[in-house]
């Protein structure tokens, strides 16, 4: 039953792998040319391997994008129309959240599912871990008119645990160790989820159609973006995720990834592999497993069960946070989580994929400090370089200037730059020649929101760089995260939230700065695109949380609404207006 | 006039009758079909540097065997 990856799946990953490689060590000796014009030192050898890290890490983004767009999505065969034998129900863990807006969308999908008219049962099930005792009494509430309003008695279920062991891994568990038998598939999503009923039934028709399928995982779309920062997300989400997702799908073969929702699992793989044991020693690297879904994944194709990214469905959407404060916030716990996997990297039987898997992740969180380690050192080098000798040779009466390296020293932030832009370039390019591009609102405004797209993430890199830097640094001193809750909605900042969020990032900045101005002034002009925005980190906070309707950064889902958010829109607006002659819901309750 | 009989409305009538504390003990409540989830084995017993020396180190430790000697 165990797949196994063919040889051309070795031999991709062997050539993402080799060129990466290649990137790297080019980045290196370029950088080792570039120190050895005055003499190599300790220093530049740190450096040089500082860069041949950073840019290999650059590199395999870039390649994985390269590679997919060599191909395009597509289905994998199954009968579109085969009766749906199998019961399923979709999980919706809720945490605190308002459950206006989540009922609502368990009642757009439910009515999504029962717009495309197929006979399937599909059975919901609110698990909630509400800690907020107000908010548990009006799930309580609203649960009672979402059943009657979807007239789903008996098969709608809500359940709220007494404690929230485990978090959303241990909630989900604690469903199928009660009811799990009752079901065949569970489709796992998180409280900002909304799919359509045709990608639903979709998604269980192709687990039916292939009897090794543990799991399989859309590709959800941000929506409803307002703000520039959250648009800036939801454009990157829709127009250039799809294709590294597709680099990723042609390299994993059928250990795919697990994103913790938005995905269908057949429950008795679930139950028989993926059951988390809480790991020796307190958090932030023992305790209960904080990014359980990548761990699930592993676990899954550890048994043996076919784990797939089906990158073609569309009708799968979330939403992302408005704001880099929630970002920061949501990518903490993300850290801490993908950092606890370097305790589970080395778990018995997991295939090297999974294994690869992790490193990646923890990979994408440490990144930063080496690039911050590298500027750190190109500071503090001129201090420690020796003197230049112009009069190497005794007795000889005329000065010798070393050859300048410079060239090389521009040619390496040149191939950088390249690695970073050169990608969403290329997709856009590529988007343009396709036709995709339409659905961003044409060839030229996708083209002019990529620019825009690039100089924004420019901008906030050096921010994110310091918020993901403080976020390790955190979890290596043993400061657990914990587990707030995602804050959904407007996420409009002051500049006073903003400046309270961020002085220390604007210290940052100008210490750093200042250093480089009295240390190494040569280095002043190439660092301003880093300092500056750290500098005025409070400004940059405040302004890209602001509501944008700009023709930038438009996407497929605001020219068009899918038909599930508009389903989404019309029960909200109802249930936010009362029913005329219904009782106060809290007086119902308590008399 | 008589109200055609809608059997949804009437279910939909049955469901607003119910106290939200009765739809959660009752129909709404989870469904009782247990399934075991067993934890599965993430780490080693040992770390990774006992295993390394363990695996260095020769057998001194072990169990005489049962044999040529008895």
Same mark, same amino acid.
Request: glycine content about 8%; aromatic content about 10%; overall charge neutral.
């Given at each position: @039953?165990?797949?196994?990856? &063919?040889?051309?799946?070795?031999?991709?990953?062997?050539?993402?792998?080799?060129?990466?490689?290649?990137?790297?060590?080019?980045? #290196?000796? %370029?950088?080792?040319?570039?120190g050895d014009a005055d003499g190599l030192d300790l220093l530049d050898v740190a450096r040089a391997l500082l860069i041949l890290i950073s840019t290999l890490w650059l590199a395999w983004g870039a390649v994985q994008?390269?590679?997919?767009?060599?191909?395009? *999505?597509?289905? =994998?065969?199954?009968?579109?129309?085969?009766?749906?034998?199998?019961?399923?129900?979709?999980?919706?863990?809720?945490?605190?959240?308002?459950?206006?807006?989540?009922?609502?969308?368990?009642?757009?999908?439910?009515?999504?599912?029962?717009?495309?008219?197929?006979? +399937?049962?599909?059975?919901?099930?609110?698990?909630?871990?509400?800690?907020?005792?107000?908010?548990?009494?009006?799930?309580?509430?609203? #649960?009672?008119?979402?059943? *009657?309003?979807?007239?789903?008695l008996g098969r709608f279920f809500y359940r709220r645990r007494a404690q929230n062991t485990g978090k959303k891994a241990g909630n989900i568990e604690e469903f199928i160790t009660r009811s799990g038998g009752a079901?065949?598939?569970?489709?796992?999503?998180?409280?900002?989820?909304? !799919?359509?009923?045709? &990608?639903?039934?979709?998604?269980?028709?192709?687990?039916?159609?292939?009897?090794?399928?543990?799991?399989?995982?859309?590709?959800?779309?941000?929506?409803? *973006?307002?703000?520039?920062?959250?648009?800036? !997300?939801?454009?990157? +989400?829709?127009?250039?995720?799809?294709?590294?997702?597709?680099?990723?799908?042609?390299?994993?073969?059928?250990?795919?990834?697990?994103?913790?929702?938005?995905?269908?699992?057949?429950?008795?793989?679930?139950?028989?592999?993926?059951?988390?044991?809480?790991?020796?020693?307190?958090?932030?690297?023992?305790?209960?497993?904080?990014?359980?879904?990548?761990?699930?994944?592993?676990?899954?194709?550890?048994?043996?069960?076919?784990?797939?990214?089906?990158?073609?469905?569309?009708?799968?959407?979330?939403?992302?946070?408005?704001?880099?404060?929630?970002?920061?916030?949501?990518?903490?716990?993300?850290?801490?989580?993908?950092?606890?996997?370097?305790?589970?990297?080395?778990?018995?039987?997991?295939?090297?994929?999974?294994?690869?898997?992790?490193?990646?992740?923890? @990979?994408?969180?440490?990144?930063?400090?080496?690039?911050?380690?590298?500027?750190?050192?190109?500071?503090?080098?001129? !201090?420690?370089?020796?003197?230049?000798?112009?009069?190497?040779?005794?007795?000889?009466?005329?000065?010798?200037?070393? =050859?300048?390296?410079?060239?090389?020293?521009?040619?390496?932030?040149?191939?950088?730059?390249?690695?970073?832009?050169?990608?969403?370039?290329?997709?856009?390019?590529?988007?343009?020649?396709?036709?995709?591009?339409?659905?961003?609102?044409?060839?030229?405004? *996708?083209?002019?929101?990529?620019?825009?797209?690039?100089?924004?993430?420019?901008?906030?890199?050096?921010? %994110?760089?310091?918020?993901?830097?403080?976020?390790?640094?955190?979890?290596?001193?043993?400061?657990?995260?914990?587990?707030?809750t995602n804050n959904r909605g407007d996420g409009r900042l002051s500049l006073s939230e903003s400046f309270a969020a961020s002085h220390w990032i604007t210290s940052t900045g100008l210490i750093g700065m200042a250093?480089?101005? #009295?240390?190494?002034?040569? %280095?002043?002009?190439?660092?301003?695109?880093?300092?500056?925005?750290?500098?005025? +980190?409070?400004?940059?906070?405040?302004?890209?949380?602001?509501?944008?309707?700009?023709?930038?950064?438009?996407?497929?889902?605001?020219?068009?609404?899918?038909?599930?958010?508009? %389903?989404?829109?019309?029960?909200? +607006?109802?249930?936010? &207006? =009362?029913?005329?002659?219904?009782?106060?819901?809290?007086?119902?309750?308590?008399? | 006039?008589?109200?055609?009989?809608?059997?949804?409305?009437?279910?939909?009538?049955?469901?607003?009758?119910?106290?939200?504390?009765?739809?959660?003990?009752?129909?709404?409540?989870?469904?009782?079909?247990?399934?075991?989830?067993?934890?599965?084995?993430?780490?080693?017993?040992?770390?990774?540097?006992?295993?390394?020396?363990?695996?260095?180190?020769?057998?001194?430790?072990?169990?005489?065997?049962?044999?040529?000697?008895?």
């Amino acid at each position: @039953m165990t797949p196994r990856p &063919t040889g051309a799946l070795y031999a991709l990953r062997g050539l993402a792998l080799a060129l990466a490689a290649i990137a790297g060590l080019v980045a #290196f000796w %370029l950088f080792l040319q570039f120190g050895d014009a005055d003499g190599l030192d300790l220093l530049d050898v740190a450096r040089a391997l500082l860069i041949l890290i950073s840019t290999l890490w650059l590199a395999w983004g870039a390649v994985q994008a390269l590679i997919g767009l060599t191909s395009q *999505a597509k289905a =994998p065969p199954s009968d579109t129309d085969a009766p749906i034998r199998g019961r399923s129900v979709i999980l919706m863990p809720v945490y605190n959240e308002d459950p206006t807006t989540t009922f609502t969308r368990v009642a757009a999908m439910d009515a999504s599912i029962a717009a495309t008219g197929d006979p +399937a049962r599909i059975d919901v099930a609110i698990l909630s871990d509400t800690r907020n005792p107000e908010i548990a009494q009006r799930e309580e509430t609203l #649960f009672a008119r979402l059943v *009657a309003e979807r007239d789903a008695l008996g098969r709608f279920f809500y359940r709220r645990r007494a404690q929230n062991t485990g978090k959303k891994a241990g909630n989900i568990e604690e469903f199928i160790t009660r009811s799990g038998g009752a079901y065949d598939y569970a489709l796992i999503l998180d409280a900002d989820s909304l !799919m359509e009923g045709e &990608t639903i039934l979709r998604m269980i028709r192709r687990m039916e159609a292939e009897p090794r399928l543990g799991l399989l995982q859309t590709l959800p779309k941000i929506t409803r *973006a307002q703000s520039r920062f959250g648009r800036a !997300m939801q454009f990157s +989400a829709s127009f250039f995720s799809p294709v590294f997702a597709r680099g990723l799908a042609m390299m994993q073969g059928e250990t795919g990834p697990f994103w913790g929702h938005n995905a269908l699992v057949r429950v008795r793989a679930f139950a028989e592999s993926c059951g988390l044991p809480v790991l020796r020693g307190a958090p932030p690297f023992g305790g209960h497993v904080m990014s359980h879904d990548y761990v699930e994944a592993a676990l899954l194709a550890r048994a043996g069960w076919v784990v797939r990214l089906d990158d073609d469905l569309e009708g799968s959407y979330e939403e992302g946070p408005e704001n880099i404060v929630d970002h920061a916030k949501r990518d903490r716990r993300w850290c801490q989580g993908n950092l606890q996997h370097s305790r589970i990297i080395g778990a018995p039987g997991l295939r090297p994929w999974s294994r690869f898997v992790f490193a990646q992740g923890i @990979m994408a969180y440490i990144a930063p400090l080496f690039w911050i380690g590298f500027l750190i050192a190109s500071i503090i080098a001129p !201090m420690v370089a020796a003197p230049v000798n112009y009069f190497p040779v005794p007795g000889w009466p005329f000065p010798y200037f070393p =050859p300048s390296e410079a060239s090389k020293a521009i040619g390496l932030a040149i191939g950088i730059f390249g690695l970073l832009l050169l990608p969403k370039v290329l997709i856009a390019t590529c988007a343009a020649m396709t036709g995709r591009a339409q659905g961003f609102g044409g060839a030229q405004i *996708a083209f002019a929101s990529t620019l825009a797209e690039l100089a924004f993430s420019s901008l906030t890199a050096p921010i %994110l760089l310091l918020f993901t830097t403080r976020s390790v640094f955190q979890v290596f001193l043993g400061r657990d995260g914990g587990w707030p809750t995602n804050n959904r909605g407007d996420g409009r900042l002051s500049l006073s939230e903003s400046f309270a969020a961020s002085h220390w990032i604007t210290s940052t900045g100008l210490i750093g700065m200042a250093a480089t101005y #009295f240390l190494a002034p040569g %280095l002043f002009l190439w660092l301003l695109p880093v300092g500056l925005p750290m500098i005025f +980190a409070p400004v940059l906070l405040w302004w890209s949380s602001q509501p944008s309707r700009s023709a930038l950064m438009t996407t497929p889902s605001e020219l068009e609404t899918p038909e599930v958010l508009t %389903l989404h829109d019309t029960i909200l +607006a109802r249930w936010q &207006t =009362p029913e005329p002659g219904a009782p106060n819901p809290q007086v119902a309750r308590n008399g | 006039m008589t109200a055609p009989f809608s059997p949804v409305a009437a279910r939909q009538t049955a469901t607003r009758a119910l106290s939200p504390e009765a739809l959660l003990a009752g129909p709404g409540a989870l469904p009782d079909a247990p399934m075991a989830m067993p934890a599965q084995e993430l780490e080693h017993p040992q770390g990774l540097l006992r295993r390394m020396i363990a695996a260095l180190l020769p057998d001194r430790f072990a169990a005489p065997s049962a044999g040529a000697r008895l």
